[in-house]
T-cell receptor, first 113, second 112 residues
């Protein structure tokens, strides 16, 4: 069991560039989440998914899009990166929506210049 | 606004001490509360999950308590070790809303 994996681990972008972060889980979880972690702000939910083909907005969704084409994968896209999106991005998954613990990936560090 | 506050922000103790980390939340209508550990440059590892109907959970040297009426949780670490050095995050699942609401964490340093 690899748990939750994230690709890439680190990336540098220029303002206006686009990229996709990939999250994969092998625990057959229905629910998947994307968070960002910023100094002094804690972790904040960007988008989440309650199952294959469904996504919903979290607390800070602006500037991001997501897709859940396969149950095991959850993609986070930045169409036009901005310096304010410099952050550490964490993916998580869980069996249920809130009743059980969430399992986190190792994170992706993104720097937007 | 639903918030989670952790005090202190940082804590340094010598090896062997027992210590308490504090977490407070603003609304008693919660599903559960979780404590996570985060090592530098790493993801989060779940330590303990307390459902709203429970008062405490224990795992090894860790004990977490929950008092919904006062909006407080504590994480007690017994006989601290240098390997306990990390940031400890408290997260609350409120009944209203979808997201886990995280505190900003307490960074613990245990010196040998």
């Amino acid at each position: 069991n690899a748990g939750v994996t994230q690709t890439p681990k680190f990336r540098v972008l220029k303002t206006g560039q686009s990229m996709t972060l990939l999250c994969a889980q092998d625990m057959n979880h229905e629910y998947m989440y994307w968070y960002r972690q910023d100094p002094g702000m804690g972790l904040r939910l960007i988008h989440y998914s309650v199952g294959e083909g469904t996504t919903a907005k979290g607390e800070v969704p602006d500037g991001y899009n997501v897709s859940r084409l396969k149950k095991q994968n959850f993609l986070l896209g930045l169409e036009s990166a901005a310096p304010s999106q410099t952050s550490v991005y964490f993916c998580a998954s869980s069996h249920s929506l809130g009743r059980e613990t969430q399992y986190f990936g190792p994170g992706t560090r993104l720097l937007v210049l | 606004k639903q918030e989670v506050t952790q005090i202190p922000a940082a804590l340094s103790v010598p090896e062997g001490e027992n210590l308490v980390l504090n977490c407070s939340f603003t609304d008693s209508a919660i599903y559960n509360l979780q404590w996570f550990r985060q090592d530098p440059g790493k993801g989060l590892t779940s330590l303990l999950l307390i459902q709203s109907s429970q008062r405490e959970q224990t795992s090894g040297r860790l004990n977490a308590s929950l008092d919904k009426s006062s909006g407080r949780s504590t994480l007690y670490i017994a006989a601290s070790q240098p390997g306990d050095s990390a940031t400890y995050l408290c997260a609350v699942k409120y009944m209203r809303g979808t997201a886990l609401i995280f505190g900003k964490g307490t960074t613990l340093s245990v010196s040998s």
